[in-house]
């Protein structure tokens, strides 16, 4: 309903791109839930729901961009597995 599409994708898929996470957290606030900004730099573009996406300015080529957004508990949820099994 609302074509979408994304209601409708394999629940693998649809968890891969779940948004907001971050495995490098930055400065947050101390409200109550806090409003945090995350470091992760990425290569080619942010995340589609991200609504200020920078590029860095030491960026290589492909460009590394970072979403600027402060988002409640942006840093709850890692992205990566791998940046898990680091903490």
Same mark, same amino acid.
């Given at each position: 309903?609302?074509?979408?599409?994304?209601?409708?994708?394999?629940?693998?898929?649809?968890?891969?791109?779940?948004?907001?996470?971050?495995?490098? $957290?930055?400065? $947050?606030? !101390?409200?109550?839930?806090?409003?945090?900004? $995350?470091?992760?730099?990425? !290569?080619?573009?942010?995340?589609?729901?991200?609504?200020?996406?920078?590029?860095?300015?030491?960026?290589?080529?492909?460009?590394?961009?970072?979403?600027?957004?402060?988002?409640?508990?942006?840093?709850? !949820?890692?992205?990566?597995?791998?940046?898990?099994?680091?903490?």
């Amino acid at each position: 309903m609302g074509g979408h599409g994304d209601e409708e994708q394999a629940p693998a898929a649809k968890a891969r791109r779940e948004w907001p996470c971050c495995d490098n $957290c930055g400065a $947050c606030t !101390r409200s109550i839930p806090p409003q945090c900004q $995350c470091m992760d730099a990425v !290569r080619g573009r942010c995340h589609p729901a991200s609504r200020n996406c920078v590029k860095s300015a030491l960026s290589v080529n492909p460009p590394v961009y970072q979403c600027m957004d402060r988002i409640p508990n942006f840093c709850q !949820r890692r992205c990566n597995a791998v940046a898990v099994a680091a903490h």
